[in-house]
């Protein structure tokens, strides 16, 4: 399981925001609640909310394991999706400083939620496997890419001790 790190922690090199996706604030308050889900569920990750009732029909239905496991998988990201855009719209509330800790806190969500339910099952070698996985993607993997992107843009890169 892979942890979600936050998306935005520093405006761009030209000093401008990249783009936003989401409604402004100062939309947000002019926007009546039909409206604001009109906006949401307009986007094509909203078409996998199928299937989340289909995931909970299939669990009392008792459908094959592959079937159910793909409803949930299906489900699982437009929910995801779901809690990052709600993060997305608090962060411009509260601000950016609270924002990014709303949204490295709401974007593992999915991990706590997966993490609770496998200890429940007695799950606890799997859970702490997911744990060590998710440090060591993020330590070897994600900071490999970044030197390595930056290798392709810039042949020679020095240290500097004191920036």
């Given at each position: ?21 989401i ?25 996998l ?37 709600a ?58 890419c ?18």
């Amino acid at each position: 399981i892979l942890a979600r790190t936050p998306r935005r922690l520093a405006p761009s090199v030209s000093g401008r925001r990249p783009p936003r996706a989401i409604v402004e604030p100062s939309e947000l308050s002019a926007m009546s609640t039909g409206d604001a889900l009109k906006h949401l569920l307009s986007s094509k990750l909203a078409l996998l909310l199928v299937c989340v009732p289909l995931a909970w029909i299939l669990h009392y239905v008792g459908a094959t394991p592959l079937g159910h496991f793909g409803a949930n998988f299906g489900a699982i990201i437009p929910l995801a999706w779901l809690i990052s855009e709600a993060t997305d719209q608090l962060e411009g509330i509260v601000g950016p400083t609270i924002g990014v800790l709303l949204n490295s806190t709401f974007g593992n969500m999915v991990e706590i939620i997966l993490s609770v339910q496998a200890i429940r099952a007695g799950l606890v070698k799997v859970v702490q496997s997911s744990l060590l996985g998710a440090m060591l993607m993020n330590l070897l993997f994600v900071t490999g890419c970044c030197f390595m992107v930056t290798g392709l843009k810039f042949h020679s890169v020095s240290f500097n001790p004191n920036a």
